[in-house]
Every structure is written in C-alpha cells, then in structure tokens.
C-alpha cells in the first residue's frame, strides 16, 4: 500500500497512507485567481490529483492569505474536518465555524497523531503564520509555508536532529510574493529585492540550516500575475528552474510538483501543465478606476486605520488615492511621514470591509507612494505599517497599544528566548540598514554578533 507525499500547486501538499489522509493550503488557483484576482497558480494541478485532495480526510491551513486559504477554494472542503493552528484571536476559527465547517484548534508544539504512519505538531509564529510538521514513515516533512520559523527555527531544529531524514518546504524565490508596487515621493520606482534575482538555491540552503534539515522540496512560490494593472510584476517572479542555484550539494534536492514514496524517498516528476497567463481587466474584478469615494466610504476608512494606536502615532496622514482624488486622513500632526495608496474603490473597500489589507498589498496592483519613509516595514516590531494592519490588527483583532502588547506577550510565552532574538533580528535589519547605510562594516559587524546570539 503506497505512502505517498504529493506537492503541487502553490503551498499544497498532499500525504497519502494507502488514501488521503491530510492536505495542507488547497488553493486551486488554476481555478481560483487571489488578491482581487491578481494572482493564479504557475501552473495546472492534474485533474486525477484534485480528486485525491478532495478525498482527503483532513485540511490544514496555515494562514488567510488567499493563495493558501482562498475564499472559494475553501468552500469545496466543507464536509472535511479542518484543523487550524491556535492563532491568537481565532478569526479563521470564527470565520470558518460561522458558515458551518467542522473545526479543530491543534494545540501549540504537541504531536497529533491522524493515523499509525502520520503524526502532526502545529506550530504558530507571531505574525499570524504557522508551521506544520509533519512525522510521516518516520521521515519529518516541516512544512514552514510564508513563516520564515519566526520564534521557532531552533526548537524545530532540535526535533530534526531526532530524524535521519528531513525535508523543509518553505517560501522562497525572487521575493515578488510582497508588496512591490513602490515608489519614492518623486515618482521614482523603488526597485524591489527581487530586482537582484540572488540564487534561490543559496536562499533553501540557508533555511534548511536554519531548521536542521538535510532536504529541501521547493514550495508557496508558484504563482504569476494576470490583472493588466499587476502583470507587469511577472518579471520578477521565480522561474521554475533556478532553484538549485546555489544549493549546497550535501542537501537532498526534490524538485516541486513530484510524487515521493515516503519509505524510499524516490520521487516521480508531475510535469503539470504550464498557464500562460494573459493580461485580465481590472473590471472583471469589479476594479474600475473611475470610481470615487463617498461619504460612507470615507467614515468606513478613517475608521478602519483610527482603531491602530501604532500606526496613527507614527504617521502624519495616509492618502487614498481613488478616481483620480486625494483623500486624507490626518493622524499624527507631529510626524511628516505618510503614504498614499492608489487603489480602485472596488477592492479597497473590499478589503476595508473584510479587514484584509493585506490583500491589497500582495496583490501589487495598488501603488504605493512614500513620503519621508523608506518602507511599509520602518520602525520597531510593534510600529510598522504592515504587522500592525495586516498581522495583528485584521487578524489577531489587536488595534489599540495594550492589545498588540497582549498580543504579542502570548507568542512571547510560547516561544521563549527565541521569540526575542526574532524581535531583535527583524528591528536591526530596519533600524541599523537606515543608522549605518554608508558603514557597511559596521553592519556586518552587527549581524555576526547577531548571528552569534542564535
């Protein structure tokens, strides 16, 4: 009877004892497109592989970021029993139960066994992400998703040791899969990181150090954009074939979309078929970018960013750019920094409506202009613009100072010490790249000691 893991589509993996048994993010994005219908998969998911996802007798997911957990993908899976990591705040839990699903919250960093071949421990990260791993034929499979192992690379890496064999899956590629649609105050594109295209393989190696494992399996990477407004950032996605630039060759290399037996660990290609995407209008979104705010519109919007103690304190004013007329909202009158959004009305009320900004973002067909700030990530952990909106207020629903203190204190319970050296990598990438810009020597004085910590 075969013991099998499939992965395909972006973040999808499929684990096979004899049946299906667990799914991980099934976002048939050659169906489904995500972010107001920006993205869609790389490439087609084989019919005969839909119906065993379909079968399978778990799901799993990890985050709300539509290519992991999209809205009408999800709706196939009602009769399953969805396992959700322990978010803080639940609003995936809530979500989902409110429309009837069958739910299970899976405890923090304990193993959960599915059946005599298959255990499970979910693990969360503090910007609403989380890790699944997976003990299958006594080979571990960490599936990280988008989480880079915030506050638990070593505790996982600990596990790994336990296992001869371990392959990690995890985000990787160019870096288009953020928000890129940035320009300078003059006008002036901001060429994102992924301009550079640094070798994907170098990138896996790091993160297969960073977690202890001794393979790694491409994935949450394959997907391109269709909206005429957002396809101009297909140049910087990740083509399929240049993820063994700069792998280190001690690393057990399976390529995506393959079919591997468990117990042998031989793979088999899947060759799906690959979209070719083509230019799609905005309208058939419901973007038009004629539409102007109203009043409703507008109370609806300064509403939405007043609740966000952080943000409103370290931002004079956001501008929403919509049908070609400025509105603003005034916050700190201290602070001259800012950012304006030019954005059609459809989705930005969408996302106001549905608190999921952060679709907006990722998506890359908004563009968004910054003035006297170098970044949607400039500042501290708990004041910059993207984890404050996205990660702790629209999914954690901590808004005002306390609550993203409470936040923030119960990932801090979990994960321990690392939860700091986390904290501390991430605000000296921010603040040291802007202090020490023209010492580069200092910097990487900075990072060794840094790395010394870890």
Not at 227 to 251: C, E, K, M, N
Request: hydrophobic residues 35%.
């Amino acid at each position: 009877m075969k013991k099998t893991l499939t992965s395909i589509g972006n973040a999808t993996l499929l684990f096979k004892d004899s049946v299906p048994i667990l799914v991980t993010d099934p976002w048939f994005g050659d169906e489904d497109p995500a972010y107001f219908g920006s993205w869609i998969l790389s490439h087609e998911i084989p019919k005969s592989i839909k119906q065993d996802i379909n079968s399978s007798k778990f799901v799993w997911y990890s985050h709300g970021h539509p290519d992991h957990m999209n809205p009408k993908s999800t709706k196939r899976f009602k009769s399953h029993k969805i396992l959700l990591p322990d978010h803080y705040g639940a609003r995936i839990y809530k979500d989902l139960k409110s429309y009837g699903f069958d739910i299970s919250i899976l405890p923090d960093r304990k193993w959960i066994n599915l059946t005599k071949n298959i255990k499970i421990q979910s693990i969360t990260t503090f910007l609403q992400d989380a890790v699944l791993l997976v003990d299958f034929c006594g080979k571990l499979f960490i599936n990280l998703n988008d989480s880079g192992a915030k506050g638990c690379a070593r505790y996982i890496s600990n596990i790994a040791k336990e296992y001869k064999h371990s392959f990690v899956f995890a985000l990787s590629g160019y870096g288009d899969a953020d928000m890129i649609n940035i320009f300078n105050e003059d006008g002036s594109f901001i060429e994102p990181y992924a301009a550079k295209k640094s070798p994907v393989g170098a990138q896996l190696s790091f993160i297969a150090k960073k977690v202890g494992a001794n393979g790694v399996i491409p994935s949450s990477s394959f997907h391109q954009y269709q909206r005429t407004d957002s396809i101009w950032a297909q140049a910087f996605t990740t083509p399929h074939d240049v993820y063994t630039d700069g792998l280190v060759d001690s690393l057990n290399f399976i390529p995506p979309f393959c079919e591997v037996d468990c117990e042998s660990l031989e793979y088999s290609e899947l060759n799906p078929k690959k979209i070719l995407a083509s230019g799609k209008s905005p309208e058939e979104f419901g973007d038009n970018y004629s539409d102007e705010l109203d009043t409703v519109d507008l109370k609806k919007i300064n509403d939405y960013f007043s609740k966000k103690d952080f943000v409103k304190n370290y931002y004079g004013f956001l501008n929403f750019r919509v049908g070609g007329k400025d509105n603003i909202i005034r916050m700190n009158r201290f602070s001259k920094r800012g950012i304006t959004f030019n954005v059609p009305r459809g989705s930005l009320m969408t996302s106001i409506e549905y608190r999921i900004f952060d679709d907006l973002l990722i998506g890359n067909f908004m563009k968004t202009t910054l003035h006297n700030t170098t970044s949607l990530y400039e500042g501290p952990l708990n004041q910059n613009f993207t984890n404050n909106i996205a990660k702790f207020a629209d999914n954690g629903n901590a808004h005002s100072k306390d609550q993203v203190r409470k936040y923030l204190r119960e990932y801090q319970n979990r994960a321990g010490y690392e939860f700091f050296l986390d904290s501390f990598g991430d605000y000296s990438k921010s603040f040291f790249s802007r202090l020490l810009i023209n010492n580069s020597k200092s910097f990487e004085v900075l990072k060794k000691i840094y790395r010394s910590l870890r």
